[in-house]
């Protein structure tokens, strides 16, 4: 996650050329974002939002597939952190 309005320019060198667009629905209004399209949202009012992502059947297996490979990957890097940590523990 990044705040927009203080952008972490080391992890995303380069945010200064995204073009932004803000948006400020009105009662009743809808917003449809792209899939892919990096977002954020503040509310400046009391409001109910709703989130649908849409995955259509033929894009199942890609989607899946992601998803597992981001699991294993924090799976991994979590076991790497804690052998670390193992190893600077001090003995007694």
Not at 30 to 41: D, E, I, M, R, S
Not at 61 to 77: E, I, Y
């Amino acid at each position: 996650p990044s705040d927009v309005r203080e952008p972490d320019r080391l992890k995303y060198p380069t945010f200064d050329f995204a073009t932004p667009y803000e948006v400020v629905l009105q009662p009743g209004d809808l917003l449809f974002v792209p899939a892919g399209w990096a977002h954020q949202v503040e509310c400046v009012d009391d409001s109910i939002s709703l989130t649908h992502n849409f995955l259509p059947q033929q894009n199942f297996a890609a989607v899946r597939a992601c998803l597992l490979a981001n699991r294993l990957g924090k799976t991994v890097q979590a076991r790497q952190d804690s052998e670390k940590d193992a190893d600077h523990t001090p003995s007694e």
